[in-house]
């Protein structure tokens, strides 16, 4: 069974810097375009970024775009969000995500629809 364990989740100043890792199991790790979610309360849940397996490319929501970072590792099948310049809108749930569907496909063709699999869901909160 595929199993998600997000870790980094905490409270950081606006403008500060977090990291979120997400170490998957149960799949190879390297085949599958991976993705990363947020979610407010009362919002949908939105993507914020992917990453596609063969090449490592990454896709970035238009809200996150050149202020965080996806990578991944692949020797420690770990995914990572690098979070920088965060603005108090950042401070949601954040998820990461995947779907069998993935499997050397690109990441930018699934949807919130597409995702089997997820983290638990550790919250940011910002605050000065």
């Known amino acids: 069974q595929v199993h998600l364990a997000e870790s980094g989740g905490g409270s950081v100043q606006p403008g500060g810097s977090l990291r979120l890792s997400c170490v998957a199991s149960?799949?190879?790790?390297?085949?599958?375009?991976l993705a990363w979610f947020r979610q407010g309360p009362g919002d949908e849940r939105e993507r914020i970024g992917c990453?596609?397996?063969?090449?490592?490319?990454?896709r970035y929501a238009d809200s996150v775009k050149g202020r965080f970072t996806i990578s991944r590792d692949h020797s420690a099948n770990t995914m990572y969000l690098q979070m920088d310049s965060v603005r108090p809108e950042d401070a949601v749930i954040y998820y990461c995500?995947?779907?069998?569907?993935?499997?050397?496909?690109?990441?930018?063709?699934?949807?919130?629809?597409?995702?089997?699999?997820w983290g638990q869901g550790p919250r940011v909160t910002v605050s000065s």
């Open positions: 149960a799949f190879p790790f390297p085949y599958y375009a």
């Open positions: 995500a995947h779907t069998n569907a993935a499997m050397f496909r690109v990441c930018a063709l699934y949807t919130r629809a597409d995702y089997e699999d």
């Open positions: 990453i596609t397996s063969s090449d490592d490319s990454v």
